[in-house]
T-cell receptor, first 112, second 113 residues
Framework: GDSVTQMEGPVTLSEEAFLTINCTYT??????LFWYVQYPGEGLQLLLK?????DKGSNKGFEATYRKETTSFHLEKGSVQVSDSAVYFC???????????FGKGTRLSVIA | DAGITQSPRHKVTETGTPVTLRCHQT?????MYWYRQDPGHGLRLIHY???????DKGEVSDGYSVSRSKTEDFLLTLESATSSQTSVYFC????????????FGSGTRLTVV
């Protein structure tokens, strides 16, 4: 079945450091890909998405590019802030209305 | 944004008792979902619904049932709670005719003692 694998955490970075969180997927067909963020004590919020190969999703300084050839959707940010501390989830949904499949999440802590 | 509320926000219950969690939306979208979140497992789908009285199982449906008698409400019932069902439960909706992902509720933290 479809699945998402993302890098194990936790990840601890200093403020203004470069962030990469790796995400790879296994899916039949051409899924849509998502990154969600969960701040402490809250539900998940959509951070960015991409619906076809070579699409780049971006939001709040975060970016991810849909790479079909490597089945990847890595999350990047050039300069993290303390306020970016959260858990990040990579997810996919195949075409149609099949429910979202999530990775296990990566906890990011940014220290001043 | 889509109004989605979960109740209760926190609950402690005893092993063997039935428990019902409620998810309410204000915008009448067709698709609603229940996930559970556990350390090391991320989010796992319990059940979902694609309309009134139309539901289907997810990967971790054992011990859970759902009902959707109105578009706006999706209920999750633990028929006889066990300690393994201690978790944070999230409801989500998918806005109709979009591919914008899901909107999540704030979650229900359930502890089974």
């Amino acid at each position: 079945g479809d699945s998402v694998t993302q890098m194990e955490g936790p990840v601890t970075l200093s403020e203004e450091a470069f962030l990469t969180i790796n995400c790879t997927y296994t899916a039949t067909g051409y899924p849509s890909l998502f990154w969600y963020v969960q701040y402490p004590g809250e539900g998940l919020q959509l951070l960015l998405k991409a619906t076809k190969a070579d699409d780049k999703g971006s939001n709040k300084g975060f970016e991810a590019t849909y790479r079909k050839e490597t089945t990847s959707f890595h999350l990047e940010k050039g300069s993290v802030q303390v306020s970016d501390s959260a858990v990040y989830f990579c997810a996919l949904t195949p075409p149609g209305n099949t429910p979202l499949v999530f990775g296990k999440g990566t906890r990011l802590s940014v220290i001043a | 944004d889509a109004g989605i509320t979960q109740s209760p926000r926190h609950k402690v219950t005893e092993t063997g008792t039935p428990v019902t969690l409620r998810c309410h939306q204000t915008e009448n979208h067709r698709y609603m979902y229940w996930y559970r979140q556990d350390p090391g497992h991320g989010l796992r789908l319990i059940h979902y619904s694609y309309g009134v009285k139309d539901t289907d199982k997810g990967e971790v449906s054992d011990g859970y049932s759902v009902s959707r008698s109105k578009t706006e409400d999706f209920l999750l019932t633990l028929e006889s709670a066990t300690s393994s069902q201690t978790s944070v439960y999230f409801c989500a909706i998918k806005k109709d005719r979009t591919n914008y992902g899901y909107t999540f509720g704030s979650g229900t933290r359930l502890t089974v003692v």
